[in-house]
């Protein structure tokens, strides 16, 4: 049975449109032009127990809606919705209990409190049992390094601890389903491979079943097993990841800085896309050749003072794949 089903949902949202100047402030008060819009239009999945999905799109694709409504916040103008066997808008505390939910530019962490007071604050709140929060925590401090900042206030933590504490907070209670929206978003590398290990370990050792929405292209290559992508508020793909991946961003761009300039800049696999002295950038499809394949060939004849590989950037991709959608 799936954890998460959705059928044929729809969110309709009316606006209000303003004529500018006086007379048309006067006339949308007495005759205001409304418009009805439909930020999710139809969408239908189902989540099984255990996988880790992708849920991206372009920023107004309705991703974050359609997550507001499986975690309660929001109610469908019309479709079901069943998480954990439970309908999110008729028992909303009961389905809360079951969802782990983090948002990467927001935080259910206090401010003020040390880290760990924060923790012991939502044990309360969700009242977890006192031996099973110590068990949890323990845990979640193992694989998230927590003990080295969590007598730190949270105002004064970095943005890689504090988003390691909204992870553990979010895994206090033990819940079925966890909710990431941008989980990595500024992180440095070492953060974004702690948090995608935890992600990992999660999933596992305890069956999380995880939905994951980011414009990060490492985070869902190395993450999930299938992708769903949005896009007009409806749904374009569903699929393994790999092929989905491979038709919305195929190429990549590996950037190289020379110590000095060669005769012969070329490769077979690769296209010199622009030259500025001494940088050159060179765009390459990743089922023709890896990057460390490329860079080996290329180190060969090449003095490579510097280089760089570049990610496409999702949503660029899905709405250059999908203009006409």
């Not at 500018?20 to 009805?36: D, E, N």
């Not at 977890?128 to 105002?155: A, G, M, Q």
């Not at 504090?162 to 819940?175: K, Q």
Request: glycine share 8%; charged share 25%; proline share 3%.
């Amino acid at each position: 049975m799936a954890i998460i089903e959705v059928v044929d949902l729809v969110k309709e949202y009316v606006i209000t449109k303003k004529e500018s100047g006086l007379r048309g402030s006067i006339k949308g008060l007495f005759f205001p032009k409304k418009t009805t819009i439909r930020g999710v239009d139809g969408i239908s999945f189902s989540i099984e127990r255990g996988e880790i999905v992708g849920y991206i799109g372009p920023n107004g694709a309705g991703k974050s809606t359609t997550i507001k409504m499986l975690t309660g916040i929001l109610h469908p103008s019309a479709g079901s919705i069943q998480v954990c066997g439970i309908i999110p808008q008729v028992d909303r505390k009961a389905v809360v209990k079951r969802l782990g939910v983090v948002f990467g530019q927001r935080t259910q962490l206090y401010w003020d409190l040390r880290l760990g007071e924060s923790f012991e604050l939502l044990r309360r709140i969700y009242q977890i049992d006192k031996d099973e929060y110590v068990k949890t925590l323990r845990v979640l401090s193992d694989v998230l390094k927590l003990d080295d900042f969590i007598d730190t206030p949270v105002r004064q933590l970095s943005l890689g601890q504090r988003m390691r504490g909204d992870l553990a907070a979010a895994m206090l209670h033990s819940p079925e389903v966890l909710f990431l929206d941008e989980p990595t978003i500024g992180l440095d590398a070492d953060a974004k491979h702690a948090i995608r290990s935890f992600i990992l370990e999660i999933n596992k050792s305890r069956g999380v079943t995880v939905i994951l929405t980011t414009h990060d292209l490492d985070d869902v290559e190395q993450l999930c097993s299938r992708l769903i992508v949005v896009n007009h508020g409806t749904i374009v793909e569903d699929g393994p990841i790999q092929s989905i991946v491979g038709k919305l961003a195929p190429k990549r761009l590996l950037v190289i800085e020379l110590q000095h300039l060669n005769d012969d800049l070329t490769h077979p696999s690769a296209e010199i896309i622009r030259q500025e002295g001494l940088k050159i950038w060179y765009q390459f499809e990743k089922t023709k050749i890896t990057a460390s394949e490329l860079i080996s060939d290329l180190s060969r004849k090449l003095s490579i003072q510097d280089l760089s590989v570049q990610e496409p950037d999702i949503e660029d991709a899905i709405r250059e794949v999908y203009k006409t959608t």
